[in-house]
């Protein structure tokens, strides 16, 4: 158990619908990251926030969004969903900004996604 | 960031060590070399880093080139639980962002 938790576990929903994933970062944890994983595109980052501030951009559409609040736990939204975004979203946070090439990651169980 | 190669597949044996390599010729000197682990079904795990000097830690040792420009994971005897992708990440050391850019790493097969 890596100590961070991810809901839902599973969803499934139809194209052009929009939903919401809730990540809740490890005990302490400032740092959250969320990514997608697809099996043609592999593990890619989406964005990072810190302290309720956004740190990173990865490959992010713009039907998607996410934020950090204030406790700390973060949401993804994605909207106007289609077919290909079908994926797990995993949600991982460290204790600080990692940033000088230390500190890990903890990764949750994902959240699995499916577009009809 | 700075990339790194890694073979798509390995093979081992149960107990026998693995030896999982990366390349990374284009390594800064503030890159440190991470590796990440994903069990089937489950979420990437962390299993070791370094900069310059070989580590060593409950899960593996990571031996590190003089030159930095590749690396080796090493698992001292692997089990059925160690069948995993493996992936092999550098991190600048000196950015203020902690994201870690996956590549598609290499998928370790244990046989009984």
């Known amino acids: 158990d890596s100590g961070v938790t991810q809901t839902p576990k599973h969803l499934i929903t139809a194209t052009g619908q929009r939903v919401t994933l809730r990540c809740s970062p490890r005990?302490?944890?400032?740092?959250v990251y969320w990514y997608q994983q697809s099996l043609d595109q592999g593990l890619q980052f989406l964005i990072q926030y810190y302290n309720g501030e956004e740190r990173a951009k990865g490959n992010i559409l713009e039907r998607f969004s996410a934020q950090q609040f204030p406790d700390l736990h973060s949401e993804l939204n994605l909207s106007s969903l289609e077919l290909g975004d079908s994926a797990l979203y995993f949600c991982?946070?460290?204790?600080?900004?990692?940033?000088?090439?230390?500190?890990?990651?903890?990764f949750g169980e994902g959240s699995r996604l499916t577009v009809l | 960031d700075a990339k790194t190669t890694q073979p798509n597949s390995m093979e081992s044996n149960e107990e026998e060590p693995v030896h999982l390599p990366c390349n990374h010729s284009?390594?800064?000197?503030?890159?440190?070399i991470h590796w990440y682990r994903q069990l089937p079904s489950q979420g990437p795990e962390y299993v070791i880093h370094g900069l310059t000097s070989n580590v060593n830690n409950r899960m593996a040792s990571l031996a590190i080139a003089e030159d930095r420009k590749s690396s080796t994971l090493i698992l001292h005897r692997a089990t059925l639980r160690d069948a995993a992708v493996y992936y092999c990440i550098l991190r600048d050391g000196t950015g203020n962002t902690g994201k870690l850019i996956f590549g598609q790493g290499t998928t370790l097969q244990v046989k009984p």
């Open positions: 284009t390594i800064s000197g503030t890159d440190y």
């Open positions: 991982a946070s460290s204790v600080g900004l990692a940033g000088r090439g230390t500190g890990e990651l903890f």
């Open positions: 005990s302490g944890d400032l740092s």
